[in-house]
């Protein structure tokens, strides 16, 4: 092989390099055996009004969406969000959760009382996506716009995600 080759391609594979440790530092998700979740700010407040609606499997009768003002996405790579759930009677609940896309996990950090105060939960710890839950909220958003490819966006990606015609649970096979 001729030197010029050899030095471009030794550029190149050390700009990629270079690329994918930056990625990886700025907290867009991708997995490394020091990651440590970072500061975990307090739940925002959010409006019943503005919420996306989530497409749940139609066996569930809750109603369940996300206020977009509430979603988060921090440097280390957790997507943060309040999540809605209103029954047939009109009566809603809400919590705040973070998913880890890349690992597929899901912590849930606090509930809304019926005061309307929220109510933090002591020492949360993160469950599979696909474990055997009361509600399968937290799976339905991250596949409906929350994660794309195993990695959390930008807050405004997962709002037109979760807004775009085509999304939903038509043809999502995973419920």
């Given at each position: 092989m001729?030197?010029?080759?050899?030095?471009?391609?030794?550029?190149?594979?050390?700009?990629?390099?270079?690329?994918?440790?930056?990625?990886?530092?700025?907290?867009?998700?991708?997995?490394?055996?020091?990651?440590?979740?970072?500061?975990?700010?307090?739940?925002?407040?959010?409006?019943?009004?503005?919420?996306?609606?989530?497409?749940?499997?139609?066996?569930?009768?809750?109603?369940?969406?996300?206020?977009?003002?509430?979603?988060?996405?921090?440097?280390?790579?957790?997507?943060?969000?309040?999540v809605?759930?209103?029954n047939?009677?009109?009566?809603?609940?809400?919590?705040?959760?973070?998913?880890?896309?890349?690992s597929?996990?899901?912590?849930?950090?606090?509930?809304?009382?019926?005061?309307?105060?929220?109510?933090?939960?002591?020492?949360?710890?993160?469950k599979?996506?696909?474990?055997?839950?009361?509600?399968?909220?937290?799976?339905?958003?991250?596949?409906?716009?929350?994660?794309?490819?195993?990695?959390?966006?930008?807050?405004q990606?997962?709002?037109?995600?979760l807004?775009?015609?085509?999304?939903?649970?038509?043809?999502?096979?995973?419920?």
């Amino acid at each position: 092989m001729q030197p010029e080759f050899l030095g471009r391609f030794a550029l190149g594979c050390a700009l990629v390099l270079s690329q994918v440790s930056a990625w990886s530092q700025a907290g867009n998700g991708l997995d490394n055996l020091d990651w440590v979740e970072g500061p975990v700010p307090p739940p925002p407040s959010f409006s019943v009004e503005r919420q996306i609606a989530i497409g749940m499997p139609p066996h569930v009768s809750v109603k369940v969406g996300v206020d977009p003002a509430t979603i988060s996405v921090g440097m280390d790579g957790v997507v943060r969000y309040v999540v809605i759930m209103t029954n047939g009677n009109g009566n809603t609940n809400a919590v705040y959760e973070g998913i880890r896309c890349v690992s597929d996990e899901v912590k849930t950090y606090a509930r809304l009382s019926a005061a309307g105060q929220w109510s933090m939960v002591n020492a949360p710890i993160w469950k599979g996506l696909g474990d055997n839950m009361p509600s399968r909220h937290a799976f339905a958003l991250a596949r409906q716009g929350a994660c794309q490819n195993r990695l959390a966006t930008s807050p405004q990606e997962i709002i037109a995600a979760l807004k775009a015609p085509t999304r939903g649970l038509g043809g999502n096979k995973d419920f």
